[in-house]
């Protein structure tokens, strides 16, 4: 018998995690949602907020979902094919697939719950999933636990998915390309009308995760597919309810068919509990005012070029990444360094996370911006880098 402690190696896989300066912590955040929060006992400027839209804070989703609650209870009490099911879930729906111009739409406990279950029950052992490299965690873990074969192609490369196409997509039954469609942790768009040009050409079934893109990006708030304007066309739309939409929750919005079949064969839907009625009755809400105050999106907008603005007047030496979203990269040579400034933007009141290997493969400062940032929130950012980066 071996006599060593089973949970030894736990120690040695901190310390490397440690030595390589990846280690993370949760920090607390003291106060509601919003540009302005309390973290760790200081007011600090928010850059760290997928709340898009300003709306987690708002009174109206609150209210629904204090009301919701009232009536409904806290738990949903049992999946939705057992006892969880409630109205509130199917208007919630009926909302989704309106916003998102499909014909129905299924809502997931959470988004990373959605893509595991989509993915692994549409393509299986004998089946290829074609996979953007700097896909979302849960894209990568959906298409692992399908037992398709996955090739991943190089970042929105058009030419190398091509490549791979040719040379195998006639050695399996089905295909699934599958892409983020905001890139969550570089900010930059999938190029989808070509996307759904080379699927249709090679028969491939699309999905694409609009996470960062629902109520962001298109007139009405639908994403990348509105942005594109390719409503209408065949593919599978994933997203979360928990970004803009300022609840939790995920959801696949796209043919009748589709959506029936992920209702009897998607795992993650089947076997987990219904969303709470306070987080459906919040997301709805939500839906509701992204198309009803389409000026959100507006302003959201004018604070990403006001941004990107003063970057480019102040700080010409700054490499952001490519963005076309509310997410903009300020990239960094190591981890080391990007903590070490994500550190002193914190001292500086400012909270804009550094985002290391593993997460990603180069270091880097991420902003997320809001449509409830005020000019002054965004000159304070950029006198804070002003006064850090020279240092350097
Ligand atoms: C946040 C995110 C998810 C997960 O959504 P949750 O609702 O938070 O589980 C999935 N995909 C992408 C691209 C994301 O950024």
Same mark, same amino acid.
């Given at each position: 018998?071996?006599?060593?402690?089973?949970?030894?190696?736990?120690?040695?896989?901190?310390?490397?995690?440690?030595?390589?300066?990846?280690?993370?912590?949760?920090?607390?955040?003291?106060?509601?949602? /919003?540009?302005?929060?309390?973290?760790?006992?200081?007011?600090?400027?928010?850059?760290?907020?997928?709340?898009?839209?300003?709306?987690?804070?708002?009174?109206?989703?609150?209210?629904?979902?204090?009301?919701?609650?009232?009536?409904?209870?806290? /738990?949903?009490?049992?999946?939705?094919?057992?006892?969880?099911?409630?109205?509130?879930?199917?208007?919630?729906?009926?909302?989704?697939?309106?916003?998102?111009?499909?014909?129905?739409?299924?809502?997931?406990?959470?988004?990373?719950?959605?893509?595991?279950?989509?993915?692994?029950?549409?393509?299986?052992?004998?089946?290829?999933?074609?996979?953007?490299?700097?896909?979302?965690?849960?894209?990568?873990?959906?298409?692992?636990?399908?037992?398709?074969?996955?090739?991943?192609?190089?970042?929105?490369?058009?030419?190398?998915?091509?490549?791979?196409?040719?040379?195998?997509?006639?050695?399996?039954?089905?295909?699934?390309?599958?892409?983020?469609?905001?890139?969550?942790?570089?900010?930059?768009?999938?190029?989808?009308?070509?996307?759904?040009?080379?699927?249709?050409?090679?028969?491939?079934?699309?999905?694409?995760?609009?996470?960062?893109?629902?109520?962001?990006?298109?007139?009405?708030?639908?994403?990348?597919?509105?942005?594109?304007?390719?409503?209408?066309?065949?593919?599978?739309?994933?997203?979360?309810?928990?970004?803009?939409?300022?609840?939790?929750?995920?959801?696949?919005?796209?043919?009748?068919?589709?959506?029936?079949?992920?209702?009897?064969?998607?795992?993650?839907?089947?076997?987990?509990?219904?969303?709470?009625?306070?987080?459906?009755?919040?997301?709805?809400?939500?839906?509701?005012?992204?198309?009803?105050?389409?000026?959100?999106?507006?302003?959201?907008?004018?604070?990403?070029?006001?941004?990107?603005?003063?970057?480019?007047?102040?700080?010409?030496?700054?490499?952001?990444?490519?963005?076309?979203?509310?997410?903009?990269?300020?990239?960094?040579?190591?981890?080391?360094?990007?903590?070490?400034?994500?550190?002193?933007?914190?001292?500086?009141?400012?909270?804009?996370?550094?985002?290391?290997?593993?997460?990603?493969?180069?270091?880097?400062?991420?902003?997320?911006?809001?449509?409830?940032?005020?000019?002054?929130?965004?000159?304070?950012?950029?006198?804070?880098?002003?006064?850090?980066?020279?240092?350097?």
């Amino acid at each position: 018998m071996l006599s060593t402690d089973p949970y030894e190696w736990l120690e040695k896989s901190l310390k490397t995690i440690h030595r390589a300066n990846w280690y993370r912590q949760v920090v607390t955040i003291d106060s509601t949602p /919003g540009p302005v929060v309390q973290l760790a006992g200081k007011s600090a400027l928010n850059f760290a907020s997928n709340d898009y839209l300003g709306l987690a804070g708002d009174s109206r989703l609150i209210q629904a979902a204090v009301n919701a609650t009232s009536k409904w209870g806290t /738990g949903s009490t049992g999946s939705r094919l057992l006892s969880g099911h409630r109205q509130l879930h199917r208007d919630l729906e009926r909302a989704i697939a309106s916003l998102k111009q499909t014909a129905d739409a299924i809502v997931f406990s959470s988004g990373y719950l959605a893509n595991l279950g989509a993915i692994a029950a549409v393509v299986g052992q004998r089946d290829l999933i074609l996979s953007d490299q700097y896909n979302h965690s849960s894209l990568k873990n959906g298409a692992i636990l399908s037992g398709a074969r996955v090739l991943d192609y190089a970042h929105c490369n058009l030419e190398d998915l091509k490549a791979k196409l040719h040379q195998h997509r006639l050695f399996y039954r089905r295909c699934l390309i599958v892409t983020d469609s905001v890139f969550s942790m570089d900010g930059d768009l999938c190029p989808l009308p070509e996307l759904l040009d080379l699927a249709e050409e090679f028969s491939c079934m699309l999905l694409i995760d609009e996470a960062h893109a629902t109520g962001v990006l298109g007139a009405t708030g639908a994403g990348c597919v509105e942005h594109f304007g390719c409503q209408g066309r065949e593919l599978i739309q994933v997203g979360t309810l928990s970004k803009a939409l300022a609840s939790l929750g995920g959801y696949v919005a796209g043919s009748a068919q589709m959506i029936d079949f992920l209702r009897n064969r998607a795992p993650s839907w089947i076997y987990t509990t219904a969303l709470t009625p306070a987080d459906t009755a919040a997301a709805f809400e939500a839906i509701g005012i992204c198309q009803r105050e389409p000026q959100r999106r507006t302003q959201l907008w004018q604070n990403v070029t006001y941004l990107k603005q003063l970057i480019s007047q102040q700080l010409p030496h700054l490499k952001l990444l490519p963005s076309e979203s509310s997410i903009l990269c300020i990239k960094l040579e190591n981890a080391a360094l990007v903590y070490w400034v994500g550190e002193k933007l914190k001292a500086a009141g400012i909270f804009a996370p550094a985002i290391r290997p593993p997460t990603v493969s180069t270091s880097r400062i991420r902003i997320s911006l809001m449509a409830t940032h005020e000019p002054i929130h965004l000159h304070q950012l950029v006198d804070a880098l002003h006064h850090i980066l020279p240092s350097l």
